[in-house]
């Protein structure tokens, strides 16, 4: 199972992760920023859910150390919203908060759940963002859109409306810096996702595919053979969403 750790003054709050995560996540409660620092050196720690206001104030010096030493960790902010506050939320993106759950707001199981999973999914993005090199905007952009809503059933005229472009546009935008089209790009971006997931050996293929509606498992592992020549597992045992990451810039031209 994959390791979450917490820190979650509110027993509400740290209860409602562990009914959301049960069955798929260990929860290791961290009573302050130095427990969640120490979770995340002696444990495989990929995930923190974390309340900023923890000390009284947004404290986004340790969410900045966390980003620092623990890349692939991926933070979600679970905090109690009051109108002072508002500043504070909307500068948690830049610090390198990956997701926001709004205690009493959208914290029900599902949303949780969602809300974890979309996050984990910015976290991945990481790993391709400071690879891309030199890019048009409209193309960087349309990358890290294909990873970051993998979850979403994006087709290529919905990934153009949320670039604010037409499909016409992105597809010469595209071709011009030597990548595949919208739908193709598309899909890419779901096996980065779905390889991170694969990553947590207690995830099965089938289960990957259903989070990521793929028709069946069958099409899932029909898409990755397409695409990386492997199995479900043999791009677990390669290293996950960093063999589909190297796969993909490789596909593209982009391997420095």
């Not at 909307?90 to 949303?111: K, M, Y």
């Not at 993998?150 to 935008?173: C, G, N, P, Q, Y």
């Not at 990755?224 to 045992?237: D, V």
Request: hydrophobic share 45%; charged share 25%.
């Amino acid at each position: 199972m994959g390791i979450v750790a917490t820190l979650l003054p509110d027993d509400r709050c740290l209860q409602r992760v562990v009914h959301a995560v049960h069955g798929q996540h260990v929860v290791i409660p961290c009573g302050t920023w130095e427990d969640v620092f120490a979770a995340c050196e002696d444990e495989a720690v990929h995930l923190a859910v974390l309340d900023l206001f923890a000390d009284g104030k947004a404290n986004f010096e340790r969410v900045r150390q966390l980003k620092l030493r623990f890349a692939r960790v991926t933070l979600v902010a679970y905090v109690a919203f009051v109108p002072n506050r508002a500043r504070d939320l909307f500068d948690a993106g830049r610090a390198g908060i990956d997701g926001l759950l709004i205690v009493d707001q959208d914290d029900s199981p599902l949303q949780l759940r969602n809300v974890i999973e979309q996050a984990e999914a910015r976290g991945v993005a990481g790993l391709i963002r400071n690879r891309l090199g030199s890019l048009q905007p409209l193309v960087r952009d349309a990358v890290l859109v294909a990873v970051t809503r993998a979850h979403m059933r994006l087709t290529s005229h919905r990934l153009a409306d949320i670039l604010a472009t037409s499909r016409r546009t992105l597809v010469a935008k595209l071709t011009q810096d030597g990548f595949p089209p919208p739908q193709k790009l598309i899909s890419w971006g779901r096996l980065v996702v779905a390889s991170q997931m694969l990553e947590d050996r207690n995830r099965s293929a089938d289960s990957v595919a259903r989070i990521l509606d793929f028709p069946s498992g069958s099409a899932f592992r029909n898409t990755c053979q397409r695409y990386l020549g492997a199995t479900p597992q043999e791009i677990r045992a390669k290293g996950g969403a960093s063999f589909v990451v190297d796969a993909f810039l490789r596909s593209v031209g982009r391997t420095g």
